[in-house]
C-alpha cells in the first residue's frame, strides 16, 4: 500500500482514507456547480474492482510517522469523454469499506479502528454510507499533471467545493484516471470528533488520493 494520498469519499480516512453529525441541508457549493461541458461524449464506467481511493490521517503532527492509512472502495462512477479528452464525470464511495492498511500485525486493534473510524465520531456509515464527487468543469493542466478537475465533494450530506489536480490517459476502451494527493479539513464535512487524550490530538487534514479506471459502456 502506498503512503501516499483522497478519501471519496472520503475517508480520518486517512480517509481514505477517511471521517460528527452535521446538517444535510447545510451546503456550499461551487460556483461551477453546472457541469461547464457537453453531454455527447463516450461514457466510460468505472471498475469498481481497479479504482480506489486512498486517504491519510494524522495525529500530533502532519507525518509519516504519526499517520494512519488506508483505502475506500468505489461503489460506482461514469467518465465521460469528448474527442480524447475528460468532458465530466461522477463517482461515489462506499465509505461502508473504509479499512485502514497500515496495522497489519494486530486484527483486533486494526478492526477497531475501522469501527471507530466508521461509527459517528468520524464518518457515521450507517446514515451517511456514501461519498460523491462530481466534476463540474475540467481544464488542462501543467506540470506533473496534465488535468485540472473542480467540483463537488460530498461526505456526511455535506457539500464543499474541491479543485484536484489529476493525470488523465485515454483511449477507445479504457479512461485511466490518477490524481495529485489532495488536503481537505475533515471539520468541513462535520468530522470534527475531538480526543480527550492531548498526546493522541487528530489533525483536521485527510489527505486523499483517488485510482480509477474505466471501461466503456
Known amino acids: 500500500m502506498k503512503k501516499r494520498l483522497f478519501s471519496l469519499a472520503v475517508v480520518s480516512s486517512l480517509g481514505l482514507i477517511c471521517l460528527v453529525s452535521c446538517s444535510k441541508d447545510k451546503k456550499l457549493v461551487s460556483e461551477s456547480n453546472t457541469v461547464s461541458t457537453t453531454k455527447d461524449g463516450t461514457v466510460y464506467e468505472v471498475d469498481t474492482v481497479e479504482s480506489k481511493i486512498e486517504w491519510k490521517g494524522y495525529k500530533?503532527?502532519?507525518?509519516?510517522?504519526?499517520?494512519?492509512?488506508?483505502?475506500?472502495?468505489?461503489?460506482?462512477?461514469?467518465?465521460?469523454?469528448?474527442?480524447?479528452?475528460?468532458?465530466?464525470?461522477?463517482?461515489?464511495?462506499?465509505?461502508?469499506?473504509?479499512?485502514?492498511?497500515?496495522?497489519?500485525?494486530?486484527?483486533?486493534?486494526?478492526?477497531?479502528?475501522?469501527?471507530?473510524?466508521?461509527?459517528?465520531?468520524?464518518?457515521?456509515?450507517?446514515?451517511?454510507?456514501?461519498?460523491?464527487?462530481?466534476?463540474?468543469?475540467?481544464?488542462?493542466?501543467?506540470?506533473?499533471?496534465?488535468?485540472?478537475?473542480?467540483?463537488?465533494?460530498?461526505?456526511?450530506?455535506?457539500?464543499?467545493?474541491?479543485?484536484?489536480?489529476?493525470?488523465?490517459?485515454?483511449s477507445d476502451d479504457e479512461v485511466s484516471l490518477n490524481t495529485e494527493p489532495t488536503d481537505i479539513n475533515r471539520e468541513d464535512f462535520g468530522v470534527s470528533f475531538k480526543s480527550p487524550m492531548k498526546d493522541m490530538v487528530i489533525k483536521n487534514e485527510i489527505t486523499l488520493q483517488v485510482s480509477i479506471k474505466a471501461h466503456k459502456k
Request: zero cysteines.
Open 60 to 170: 500530533v503532527m502532519k507525518s509519516d510517522n504519526t499517520s494512519h492509512y488506508g483505502d475506500v472502495k468505489l461503489q460506482s462512477g461514469e467518465l465521460t469523454i469528448k474527442d480524447g479528452m475528460l468532458e465530466s464525470g461522477t463517482f461515489v464511495a462506499d465509505v461502508k469499506s473504509l479499512h485502514n492498511q497500515d496495522i497489519i500485525d494486530d486484527a483486533e486493534h486494526s478492526q477497531k479502528l475501522d469501527d471507530h473510524l466508521k461509527s459517528d465520531d468520524f464518518f457515521g456509515v450507517e446514515k451517511h454510507p456514501t461519498a460523491t464527487y462530481e466534476i463540474t468543469k475540467v481544464e488542462k493542466g501543467s506540470g506533473d499533471y496534465n488535468t485540472v478537475l473542480e467540483g463537488n465533494l460530498t461526505i456526511k450530506g455535506v457539500t464543499k467545493p474541491l479543485k484536484v489536480n489529476a493525470n488523465v490517459t485515454t
